[in-house]
């Protein structure tokens, strides 16, 4: 019976390959033994849970389209039967039934798909959509330009904004998804979708359906969408980096400073990218560099690349090629055009003048001085040509430029002989499904700077996960009045797909001044916030840098698997009702199920995205963030505070400004690079922090988080760059470790090898919330106080040889988990109350100060784990709960007394200065006012204010020297004492929640 029903196909296809994509195992026609034909329907077993459904009046469509390129799977299992008149094929995993009608699908007496086996997803019948699918966990849309926190229901722009390209989720709680391909257009020679005529090669089935019917099995499905849809590239690993871009007229020596200035401030910098004033202003579009900022750009840029750092140009195609470009002469020749016309109109329906554009236009560009393209494109979504596939715009400009300038390497090696080997990316907005092949991602010029739309930046990213398109990159401005939410925006930033940092010209324009006045026109520049702010900004990019081979790694996993680095939680948790959205159309991102996500398989973000609603929030951080936490199922270790949080359950939680949220898998080994100095740790690397991700492992340190037996961790490396990848050539670096009591075993070998693999490098092995190392078989040992990790470095390892440790621990086992956090807050709180000296005791050595030892614990931990001193650390450790209880006990007085005040004077400049009395350290009340002043008294005037702990101001004249007015009777802020103790109390507090 399958063999009569094969014969009855309409197609005899040849094979037909992608010719210019990543991999050129790309092949659009499906084994012959998984089709199944009846009358005009054809039915593909693509794999266990994917099936496509056509209808076509002649032949069946077997050409590759922009979403499905390879459809050459497996033949997995199935069977097929025919009776009375009704088709069944069943796999492992689903039974499709059909029952042919009059005409197409929608007469049929019966298309449908059901669960087999272990499958739970809800039964399909044919009229049933992700569109209209309540439980579809949605895909990704073209751009957030000038959008807030809009839903992704592509039901709201399929007819209303085909712009959009929204694409609905290939994952869905009622366990299937549909894609319709009916009408699309198809890839012909050169992967080019037009015929010599500029008329669109569409698909000819009446009827194009996709079946993903994974259940709950949202990884397993992104796999099947791998093997159909293409493979998501290894970006460069500078993409992993940090990055700066910035709309203004810059120049050769303004992009110096910048580089500069981030090596002076410590921040990293990978990828510098030149807004569209690089070129000559004689359009928004333009190839040429402008003379007046660059006159020898090749010479100024090639010595900032030099330093590692990737460059790449800001482009708009949409006026063509004129004759003021310096191109256009050999454009012309290129595309037979009449010398003396002004300008070659844009023409996406061209291959001639597109393959041109690309080869005799850009390319220069590519080797004189751009890595890659932004494109910039926002001149309508079918135009020149594109859209011609109907209300649904499924080829469009973006998808077309995508496509071509991540390709156009591959295609100049395969189709010209010119081969540079270097891996082709694009940073652009989304064209629509198979987008995931071209990536990064640029989400558009986000509308409003505020915490809503931050918040849901993290889980339009996350959500993207699900059309494959993993590598979002948001505008992180910041405005200038608000450098807790810049900081904020930052960390998002640091803990994503792709980290950049961007002034968007609100220096300039209608908004023109100097940024003093609470409004948003300002210069972006992280170097320029005030100094804490700087700090916590500079922690977060160096963690970012620090996690390279972690997230390096994640790419190769995504680039295997079709999972992206960053995924929602239910991707892990697919059981967890907490881990899905509250709701699918509102709140998003405001909420743990749609702020928090997945990096990796170890590492889940919970980033702050509420403001502490510090009203004196400024120079530096003055309050705590409250949020609240979803914690997975299992063990996890709260990363900035050591703690130990136990799942599924929900924790309300208070975040100091420079607190991430990560929470590491119990038993998970993190890879990592060395770029600060830690307690007694060897020296980083040389190098400094501009173009690390452009350089080979060196130094590697493998962190292993406590709460496992056993476990293991895997480094991805290959030489960062080209596509050699794709033919072996790369290495994986895994670390094994067996506990055994107090003891530890420890591995380190390497797999694979390639070019620029170091010979050797250093190996460090950190333990958390660990005692001190008595012994270990090779290597120098040493214990990071502060971060409660024990640590032992073994330098000049040979890679091809590996390491081997056997690491003992000090008896003991003392009480450790959380004591990182006490003590980091503890130094916070110290700084507060120091600055304005009102730390308890702190000018009498006789009396206890339990807050300044508690803060300067971590130097005795150090101190005793290098002296070899087991009953020193542990009695050491043991006094981190009893020190902060004390410290506890000693700020409260100070924060919440009934009555505290501060004594002011004006001085003859009207500024007012905080006063000491003696006596009186930690403030006085309103019967004590008169010594107060008597203090003041050298001043011209003086006046106290005293506040109650209700946050009421009451303003009292209690002197008159020299005269006071009426005026002088004023309400001033918070006493800063005052504000700083409950400031440093909080701090405290939140440490033991």
């Not at 401005?477 to 810049?486: F, R, S, W």
Request: charged content about 20%; proline content about 4%.
């Amino acid at each position: 019976m399958r063999a009569l029903l094969v014969l009855a196909a309409c197609t005899a296809a040849a094979a037909r390959k992608m010719q210019y994509e990543l991999l050129e195992t790309y092949e659009s026609v499906a084994d012959a033994a998984a089709t199944v034909v009846v009358g005009k329907a054809r039915f593909t077993v693509l794999t266990d849970s994917l099936v496509r459904m056509e209808y076509a009046q002649g032949a069946f469509e077997d050409r590759p389209t922009l979403a499905f390129v390879n459809r050459k799977t497996p033949v997995p299992k199935f069977t097929q039967t025919q009776a009375n008149g009704t088709l069944t094929i069943a796999t492992a995993a689903l039974k499709l039934t059909y029952t042919p009608g009059t005409g197409n699908f929608a007469t049929a007496q019966k298309l449908s798909v059901e669960p087999l086996g272990a499958s739970t997803f809800t039964p399909w019948t044919y009229g049933q959509t992700s569109l209209s699918d309540a439980g579809n966990l949605r895909g990704t849309i073209r751009t957030l330009d000038t959008t807030g926190n809009i839903t992704l229901a592509c039901s709201e722009y399929e007819t209303k904004h085909p712009d959009r390209h929204c694409e609905s989720g290939l994952v869905s709680r009622t366990g299937w998804a549909l894609v319709d391909e009916t009408g699309v257009p198809c890839l012909e020679d050169d992967d080019w979708w037009t015929d010599d005529n500029g008329k669109l090669f569409q698909n000819a089935d009446e009827e194009d359906l996709y079946l993903f019917a994974h259940s709950q099995r949202y990884r397993d499905a992104m796999k099947d969408f791998r093997l159909v849809g293409g493979a998501i590239p290894m970006l460069p690993r500078s993409s992993l980096g940090v990055w700066f871009t910035r709309w203004y007229d810059w120049s050769a020596q303004d992009a110096y400073h910048l580089v500069a200035e981030y090596e002076h401030h410590g921040f990293p910098l990978d990828v510098l990218i030149l807004d569209m004033n690089w070129h000559k202003k004689n359009s928004w579009t333009g190839y040429t560099f402008d003379p007046n900022l660059w006159p020898q750009a090749k010479e100024s840029l090639g010595r900032i690349k030099a330093r590692g750092v990737t460059m790449a140009g800001n482009l708009h195609d949409d006026a063509g090629v004129s004759d003021w470009e310096e191109a256009f002469p050999a454009m012309c020749k290129a595309v037979g055009c009449d010398p003396a016309k002004k300008t070659i109109t844009t023409d996406f329906t061209s291959k001639q003048y597109m393959f041109a554009l690309e080869d005799v236009v850009l390319k220069p560009l590519e080797e004189t001085a751009f890595d890659f393209f932004w494109i910039d494109w926002q001149q309508g979504e079918n135009a020149h040509g594109t859209g011609q596939d109907g209300p649904r715009w499924k080829m469009n400009p973006t998808i077309l430029t995508d496509k071509l300038r991540a390709t156009d390497s591959i295609r100049r090696c395969r189709q010209q002989g010119d081969c540079t080997n270097k891996r082709g990316v694009t940073f652009a907005r989304f064209g629509g499904l198979g987008n995931h092949r071209y990536q990064h991602g640029f989400s558009g010029d986000v509308a409003d700077l505020t915490w809503a739309n931050m918040a849901y930046q993290t889980y339009f990213s996350a959500t993207a996960a699900n059309v494959g398109y993993g590598y979002w990159s948001h505008d992180i401005v910041g405005p200038a009045h608000d450098p807790e939410l810049t900081a904020r925006w930052v960390q998002v930033g640091a803990f994503s797909g792709l980290m950049r940092s961007h002034d968007r010209g609100m220096s300039g324009g209608g908004c023109a001044g100097w940024g003093l006045d609470g409004n948003d026109c300002t210069v972006v520049n992280l170097a320029y916030l005030p100094w804490a702010w700087r700090e916590v900004v500079r922690e977060a990019l160096l963690a970012r840098e620090e996690l390279l081979p972690y997230t390096y790694t994640g790419n190769r996993v995504a680039f295997e698997t079709g999972v992206s680095f960053l995924h929602p939680m239910y991707y892990d948790f697919p059981e967890e009702a907490a881990a899905y959205p509250a709701s699918m159309d509102g709140d998003l991102g405001q909420n743990p199920s749609t702020r928090q996500y997945m990096l990796g398989d170890d590492i889940l973000v919970a980033p702050v995205t509420t403001s502490s609603g510090c009203a004196t929030a400024g120079d530096e951080p003055c309050g705590l963030a409250a949020q609240d936490v979803w914690v997975p199922p299992g063990d996890w270790i709260e990363a900035h505070t050591g703690k130990v949080l136990t799942g599924p359950k929900t924790v309300h939680r208070h975040f100091h400004a420079e607190d991430v949220p990560l929470y590491v898998k119990a038993g998970a080994v993190i890879p990592t690079l060395p770029l600060q100095r830690m307690y007694g740790a060897p020296e980083p690397a040389a190098g400094g922090l501009v173009g690390v991700a452009a350089r080979q492992y060196t130094d590697l340190v493998f962190t292993i988080y406590p709460g496992a037996a056993s476990g293991s961790g895997v480094v991805y490396e290959d030489d960062a760059v080209s596509y050699d990848y794709l033919s072996g050539k790369y290495a994986w670096t895994t670390l094994n470790y067996t506990r055994t009591g107090d003891s530890v075993k420890v591995t380190i070998a390497t797999a694979g090898a390639y070019a620029a693999l170091p010979a050797q490098r250093r190996y460090t092995v950190r333990f958390v919330n660990s005692m001190p190392v008595a012994k270990t078989s090779a290597g120098s040992a040493w214990y990071d106080g502060a971060a409660v990790t024990a640590a032992v470095t073994v330098d000049g390892v040979a890679v091809a040889s590996g390491a081997s440790l056997d690491v003992a621990f000090e008896a003991g086992g003392a009480a450790l988990a959380g004591a990182k956090g006490w003590m980091r807050k503890a130094e916070l709180a110290k700084r507060a109350l120091n600055e304005a000296r009102a730390n308890p005791n702190e000018a009498s050595v006789a009396k206890d100060n339990a807050l300044s030892q508690l803060a300067s614990l971590p130097q005795l931990l150090t101190h005793a784990a290098a002296a070899g001193d087991a009953a020193g650390f542990g009695a050491t450790a043991a006094s981190v709960a009893t020190n902060i209880t004390a410290a506890i006990a000693q700020i409260t007085p100070i924060a919440t007394a009934s009555h505290r005040s501060a004594c002011v004077a004006k001085n003859g400049q009207d500024a007012v200065m905080p006063l000491r009395a003696a006596g009186y350290e930690n403030g006085i009340t309103a019967a004590d006012a008169g010594a107060c002043c008597d203090v003041c008294s050298k001043e011209a005037k003086c006046v106290a204010y005293v506040f109650d702990t209700t946050g009421s101001k009451m303003c009292y004249v209690l002197s008159v020297v020299g005269g006071i007015k009426a005026a002088d009777n004023r309400i001033l802020g918070t006493p800063k004492s005052f504000t700083r103790a409950q400031y440093a109390l909080d701090l405290l507090l939140s440490a033991t929640e």
